[in-house]
């Protein structure tokens, strides 16, 4: 199967935008509020709760970042009044990150502090090698300030283990992914899965050996035994580990997760820009159009 994911994945940019859309529809919520928040509520009813990202990056023009924050003080506001079980994910690019770096700490400062205004928590995003000194120095900055603060570590990265000895000290929140960016060299992170799988276990156990509050994400079996595994071993309680998936990704195995007790969260993406995250996500991750197809066809038989 894996030649034909990778084959879906190589065409889809040429695809006209209509045949993209039945691909992204299934792991996108929608192109506004209103699609996403149908979608947070429909997790909650399962026992589930979300993290919501308005989609964009890579901004070029500050007046696209300010509106990009006047957008997610909008949906803070939202999550409040409609009491959804959702916190945000903003990455930093759409911030600003790549016109002024400390406009963009700015940025995300002030969506902490609204955040904090309504007992709610912001998720820095990582993205490739080029912005993570300046992602985890504006999240430990931040974070010195206030206590709702987390970003993101990738187990693919070969500098995985000095970022860990720099962000425990401070108990970061942190997610952890294997890493989505695939263009990136050998020379910066792992191309064999088995090492990253290995990267992946030595940094959930550090983190939850240390006392952090990790979100562990991801689709893969095998790493949620060994979280659960590292759960039992250290005998943690529910409040200090959660797991994370992509929407519409896997709905069997967050169900199963869900029932056996543990917290599960959802990252719900939304917006104008469902195009270009959808060739990303797909070429960065081909198995996805399996998860897609699979998912589809469940949908249209009634058995989702």
């Known amino acids: ?53 308005l989609l964009g990056e890579e901004v070029k023009i500050k007046e696209d970042a300010l509106h990009a924050v006047e957008m997610y003080k909008q949906i803070l506001k939202t999550i409040h009044e409609q009491k959804l079980d959702s916190n945000i994910s903003v990455k930093p690019t759409q911030m600003g990150l790549k016109i002024d770096k400390e406009f963009c700490y700015n940025n995300i400062k002030s969506l902490v502090e609204e955040a904090k205004k309504y007992n709610n928590f912001v998720r820095i995003d990582i993205e490739d090698s080029s912005c993570v000194d300046d992602t985890h120095e504006i999240c430990m900055r931040v974070a010195k300030e206030y206590d709702n603060v987390g970003t ?6 070969r500098r995985l283990i000095g970022d860990l000895n720099k962000l ?13 960016y695939y263009w990136e060299p050998r020379s910066v992170v792992y191309k064999d899965g088995s090492i990253i799988n290995d990267s992946y276990d030595y940094a959930m156990e550090k983190l939850l050996s240390n006392g952090c509050y990790v979100a562990v ?17 250290y005998s943690l309680e529910p409040d200090q580990y959660e797991f994370q998936m992509l929407y519409g990704v896997d709905r069997e195995l967050r169900k199963i997760i869900v029932e056996s007790g543990h917290r599960l969260r959802v990252y719900v993406p939304f917006g104008k820009e ?17 998860y897609i197809i699979k998912n589809t066809f469940l949908k249209i038989t009634g058995r989702a």
């Open 217 to 233: 994400a991801t689709h893969d079996e095998k790493l949620v035994f060994k979280a659960l595994s590292i759960v039992d071993k």
């Open 152 to 157: 993101a570590i990738q187990a693919y990265m």
């Open 274 to 290: 469902w195009f270009a995250y959808s060739i990303r996500r797909l070429k960065e991750n081909p198995k996805m159009v399996s």
């Open 1 to 53: 199967m894996n030649w034909f994911n990778n084959l879906v994945a190589q065409i889809l940019p040429f695809v006209p935008k209509p045949f993209v859309k039945i691909f992204s529809q299934q792991y996108i919520a929608g192109e506004n509020l209103d699609d996403a928040v149908a979608k947070v509520k429909e997790l909650m009813s399962q026992n589930i709760c979300a993290t919501l990202d």
């Open 168 to 180: 425990i000290p401070m108990k970061i929140n942190l997610r952890i992914c294997k890493g989505a």
